[in-house]
């Protein structure tokens, strides 16, 4: 054993049948989750056989369904080492198989409460032949679904579902069904659709879904991506929802899951592995690390009336870009008023936000006039954080804005008045929703526990920091949130090259000082980065 901590490993179990020619079914979902597994986030996944298939790329000779007995046998033999806290479930071949899984879940979520159950519920092979029979489904409504938190079926598997028709209008009917019958989400893969250009998988969420404790933020996300024309794709569709486990399985949000899914796919996919001249199946190296990869968010749903919560639709392109920094933001503090602006231009911050939140109107414009005029003296970057208005009217350097706020504030306006733009994100998917705004910063955070902002929930750590930085590596990022003299270097450890502080600086008894050493060691891990390129 070697002398680094050892980690625990989070447990998934995969329920699910083997695919011998290794191109979907269980080696699919070994291979996924083993990408997914680091050395300080070791994801151990276990296998419950539901049957034996003989298949290649043409079709599926033969398929043994599992005896139950020996099903359960499987499950008692796993839970006397550990409990699981993510069940993904790919192939079950008879009806009695789902009765059985149906009360062995309703078992495992009394003994953890937090179990996440996914079910990818595949009963037709890639090739077009039958792995099960058509009494399964309706097995599955009747005593599935209540049991689960996440269904992910192809388009096909959608209409055999829910004995649907193929068409738009059939969706909403479809999905309705299948909330009705006590599923918390659904993501509708569109690898089958008839777009030759694009490919869109849908997520729709339930609105009471909750998951690792938080609520979700939205119910309804789109992400397309081109349509990669090769036949070296055997068992996408398994390897995509065993990626959406293994991200729920690391704590990503659900949302997160989704854009992390579909971005390791399409890097999957980018690079497959060729059997034959004639047939492959997707490449897995690891959580991707290249912008390339990501897919383009939409939230504009469709089928409004099954998630009728969803009121607005969010522009989630601008183009051009925003103005891009005159300067990398480096060491950025956040100031809550003028005083504080000031102490900072005196100890040499050379970015900074102010960020007020009470004052009157009269007293806000004031302060704000007088930040803009003081930083322009000092050649300093100043965003002004929430008021956009008035950062426009006052012909502002940048703005500073959260979620929430680009869903109201007049971004074309700002883009055309050449202020530049800082959005805040949190997770895979809202970078990805401040990544298609292309501003001149995003802002990622929380790090760490903080006292200065409610970040409950949302509170990222290093290692997620780490996935982030390689694959939003086109738009300036800067860690915010409980970062001290203390922890910098360790968030400087996980690629980032700018820091933005609010109470380390509001606390610093030698402002002067702290300020020189936090720009050193920032310019030392950029200049160790460039050497290590
Ligand atoms: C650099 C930076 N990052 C994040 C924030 C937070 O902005 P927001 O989410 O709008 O929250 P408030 O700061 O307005 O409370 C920020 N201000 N600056
Ligand atoms: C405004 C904000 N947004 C995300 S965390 C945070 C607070 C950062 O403050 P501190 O540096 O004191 O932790
Ligand atoms: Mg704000």
Not at 155 to 182: I, M, N, R, V, Y
Not at 274 to 297: E, F, K
Not at 393 to 414: K, M, N, P, R, S
Not at 450 to 465: R, S
Request: aromatic share 6%; net charge neutral; charged share 10%.
């Amino acid at each position: 054993m070697g002398t680094e901590p050892l980690h625990n490993a989070i447990i998934v179990w995969s329920i699910a049948g083997s695919d011998n020619s290794a191109g979907a079914g269980i080696a699919a979902d070994i291979k996924t989750l083993q990408s997914f597994s680091s050395k300080t986030q070791p994801v151990h996944l276990c296998t419950l056989i539901t049957a034996v298939t003989a298949q290649h790329s043409n079709g599926v000779d033969a398929v043994m369904a599992m005896p139950v007995t020996l099903l359960q046998q499987q499950a008692d033999a796993l839970l006397k080492d550990a409990c699981p806290a993510v069940i993904k479930i790919g192939l079950l071949a008879t009806a009695e198989h789902v009765r059985w899984l149906s009360l062995l879940l309703v078992q495992l979520r009394q003994q953890n409460p937090t179990l996440l159950v996914l079910y990818d519920p595949v009963a037709i092979s890639s090739s077009g032949d039958r792995l099960a029979g058509a009494a399964l489904y309706q097995a599955v409504f009747k005593y599935l679904l209540p049991q689960l938190d996440i269904l992910t079926p192809n388009l096909p598997e959608l209409w055999a579902l829910t004995l649907q028709a193929p068409a738009l209008s059939h969706k909403t009917a479809a999905l309705q069904q299948l909330f009705q019958a006590g599923v918390k989400a659904i993501i509708v893969k569109g690898g089958h659709s008839a777009s030759q250009s694009q490919v869109v998988d849908e997520l729709f969420i339930a609105s009471p879904f909750r998951y690792h404790g938080h609520s979700a933020y939205t119910h309804y996300v789109a992400l397309s991506s081109p349509r990669q024309h090769h036949a070296f794709s055997r068992g996408t569709g398994c390897c995509f929802s065993s990626a959406v486990a293994a991200a729920l399985a690391l704590g990503y949000p659900l949302e997160d899951a989704f854009v992390l899914a579909k971005s390791y796919i399409n890097q999957a996919l980018h690079q497959p592995i060729a059997i034959n001249a004639n047939t492959g199946c997707p490449g897995h190296y690891g959580i991707p690390s290249d912008s390339r990869y990501l897919p383009t968010l939409s939230e504009t749903n469709p089928v409004a009336d099954v998630t009728p919560s969803l009121t607005q639709v969010t522009p989630l392109t601008l183009s051009p870009a925003f103005k891009p920094l005159k300067a990398p933001l480096g060491l950025y503090v956040i100031v809550p008023s003028v005083e504080a602006l000031k102490r900072a231009l005196v100890a040499g911050v050379k970015t900074l936000q102010l960020r007020i939140k009470q004052a009157t109107s009269t007293q806000l414009k004031h302060d704000i006039m007088q930040a803009i005029q003081l930083c322009q003296q000092h050649d300093v970057q100043l965003f002004i954080n929430d008021h956009w208005q008035l950062a426009l009217e006052l012909g502002a350097y940048g703005v500073h804005l959260g979620q929430e706020d680009i869903t109201t504030a007049d971004l074309l306006a700002l883009q055309q008045a050449e202020l530049r733009l800082g959005v805040s994100s949190h997770g895979f998917y809202k970078l990805l929703r401040a990544q298609q705004l292309q501003p001149s910063y995003i802002a990622i955070g929380a790090i760490f526990n903080t006292q200065t902002k409610n970040m409950a929930g949302k509170i990222q750590g290093l290692h997620k920091l780490k996935y982030y930085c390689a694959l939003f590596n086109t738009v300036p990022l800067v860690a915010i949130g409980g970062i001290n003299a203390d922890n910098a270097h360790l968030v400087l450890g996980s690629g980032i090259t700018n820091l933005a502080m609010v109470q380390a600086f509001a606390n610093a008894t030698e402002p002067q000082q702290w300020v020189k050493q936090m720009q050193a060691l920032i310019s030392q891990h950029v200049k160790g980065a460039h050497h290590a390129e």
